[in-house]
């Protein structure tokens, strides 16, 4: 059997292993599950609806909504939401979904560890590392963490772009402008650690720079092109929390989160792992050292002390209170030691090869390539077997059942005038005068509307949780309405001005438009300029070929 189909078999046996707890028909468990299946479930009713893109979703709180699509990225949880749309069952379109984030994720690492290292050995070593790192199997089968699994896949383009910025000259962006936008369209927080290593690998090569200024130029303009990509998403969340107050149920103490030292290589819960580190020390007997990967194994080592409780969290309190939990620096740890692991260990095997015959430093490579495969396989295996949340099975009118859809964790973007939030569910059947009256509406997609609006109502309370957005009009006439968020907890306010029938809806603001705009022209540019390209290099091909003859 020729090398790459050794390796293609032994990366459908890691792949195996990753997802093995996905051969069930029930849905798996974690922490947070309840709140990303009903996300799932938000978009496919929207898409039923003819709106794919609500930012506020209607399913929440019995049909108040929730702008969960607003702050939250939705990119790739499409794909479950469309299998559901097709009929597929929660418990397994949810499964399949994983799967297809550890698939991508091994694809990916593959790619970019290949890319830096331009060897396939040591993208397999990296990719096989990559995904059963502890913390990677942790967020997807304990904690149900969503958005940090899925922005792991776009992780390692991040890395590579920092490979091209230090030993390339940036001459190929496209990794961190598909890294970055990924990430950025998966997870915030993570976004946020990822700037923070891409501002550290630009001082890093800051005498790349002074050489060749256009390098900081090419930074500049990627970074422009990546906003523009992706202010669909960041401009609204920026508008909105400039002009609203939120609430949340839970308050974060950092410090308190920090991991001691010594718990780092626990193979368990929201730590590290010991195979990831134990690989590390692969660093040591190799003799010619490769720089990125030096980078990569010191960055790691940097940012694995900042998740410690020797880092002065309590002295940040109030700055870098946003991540919520020291240890989630570990999605990008992981990665890191993974791509500083794949290029030692190949060096390893290369320097191992020196000296022997071509078939002994082949059996050598191989050895050693099973022993990496072997200690992340146990690793995988053991994690799973002891964290993993149980299984459940949900029907798929699991979410009919209005207290099932208030299940927003710590409910960070509800309106701090939602004071009661128990009792959002119970008010999303009647609109309310000034007088106390209730009136009947009737939901039709994501507009309620008020047929018979009583005659000395000033004002109704119509059960819409308040964003900057929400519009009404006179449902005969289309005559604009005034409202405001002043409803009682935290409802739409709508002022009648006489009107007896009444359409309220969620109408967006001129900046998510303007935002929506911009970034699907830049899609839409990008796209032809892409295929552009492919017929142009189709057409090239045939007189490559006859100078090549």
């Known amino acids: ?63 108040m909504g929730y702008a969960s699509s607003l702050f939250y990225p939705d990119f790739l949880l499409y794909i479950p939401a469309l299998l559901r749309v097709m009929g597929v069952g929660i418990n397994l379109s949810y499964n399949l979904f994983v799967a ?38 942790y967020d997807i089968y304990t904690r149900a963490a969503v958005g940090e699994f899925t922005a792991f896949i776009f992780i390692p383009f991040v890395i590579a772009g920092l490979y091209d910025l230090l030993n390339e000259e940036f001459k190929k962006p496209v ?86 030292v010594w718990e780092i290589p626990y193979n368990e819960y929201n ?44 002295r940040l309190k109030g700055i870098a209170d946003f991540i919520q939990f020291p240890w989630r620096i570990f999605i990008i740890t992981g990665p890191l ?42 690793s995988a295996v053991q994690n799973t077997s002891h964290d993993m949340a149980d299984h459940y099975s949900y029907s798929s009118d699991y979410f009919a059942y209005k207290p099932y859809t208030a299940e927003v964790i710590g409910g960070e973007w509800l309106p701090v005038a939602c004071e009661d939030r128990d009792a959002l569910v119970e ?6 005068t000034d007088t106390g009256a209730e009136t009947d509406i009737r939901r039709y ?25 929400y519009a009404a009009s006179d449902a ?18 709508v002022y009648t001005d006489g009107t007896r029938k009444i359409r309220v809806y969620y109408r967006g603001t001129a900046i998510q438009h303007v935002s929506d705009a911009l970034s699907a022209c830049l899609i839409i540019g990008l796209l032809a300029y892409f295929i552009f390209c492919l017929v142009r290099r189709k057409k090239e091909a045939p007189h490559e070929e006859a100078r090549d003859i």
Not at 102 to 129: E, M, N, P, Q, W
Not at 237 to 243: A, D, G, H, N, R
Not at 282 to 298: A, E, H, N, R, Y
Not at 341 to 360: H, Q, S
Request: proline letters at 3%; glycine letters at 8%; charged letters at 15%.
């Open 175 to 260: 990794f961190l402008i598909i890294g970055m936008t990924g990430v950025t369209l998966c997870h915030t927080i993570t976004t946020v650690i990822c700037l923070i290593l891409c501002l550290v690998a630009l001082a890093a090569g800051i005498k790349n720079v002074k050489r060749d200024p256009m390098i900081l130029l090419r930074v500049f303009l990627c970074g422009l092109l990546v906003m523009g990509l992706t202010a669909f998403y960041w401009v609204p969340v920026l508008e909105m929390v400039s002009t609203g107050v939120f609430s949340s149920d839970f308050v974060f103490d950092t410090a308190y989160e920090a991991v001691k």
């Open 445 to 469: 997609k994501n507009e309620i509307y008020i047929d018979d609006v009583p005659p000395d109502a000033a004002y109704l309370d119509v059960p819409f949780i308040f964003y900057k957005g």
């Open 1 to 63: 059997m020729g090398k790459r189909k050794t390796y293609a078999a032994l990366s459908v046996i890691v792949l195996i292993v990753a997802c093995l707890p996905l051969f069930t028909v029930n849905c798996i468990g974690g922490h947070d599950i309840s709140y990303h299946l009903l996300r799932i479930e938000a978009l496919k009713t929207a898409i039923l609806s003819g709106r794919p893109f609500l930012r506020i979703n209607m399913l929440f709180f019995g049909g």
């Open 271 to 314: 730590r590290m792992g010991a195979a990831v580190l134990i690989l590390l020390l692969t660093f040591f007997p190799v003799k010619k050292k490769d720089s990125f990967g030096v980078f990569c194994l010191i960055t790691g080592l940097v940012l694995t002390f900042i998740t410690t409780t020797l880092f002065p969290w309590a």
């Open 337 to 378: 030691f993974a791509f500083a692991e794949g290029i030692f260990i190949k060096e390893l095997a290369e320097e191992i090869r020196e000296g022997k015959e071509e078939r002994d430093g082949e059996l050598a490579a191989g050895i050693i390539l099973i022993a990496v495969i072997s200690l992340m396989t146990v």
């Open 427 to 432: 008010m999303s059947d009647k609109a309310v």
């Open 100 to 137: 297809f984030c550890i698939i991508a994720g091994f694809a990916s690492a593959f790619y970019c560890a290949r890319h830096v290292s331009k060897s396939d050995y040591a993208g397999l070593v990296t990719a096989v590392i990559f995904t059963l790192y502890q913390y990677h199997i």
């Open 476 to 493: 005969d006439t289309g005559a604009y309405l005034l409202t405001d968020g002043s409803g009682r907890n935290g409802t739409v306010r």
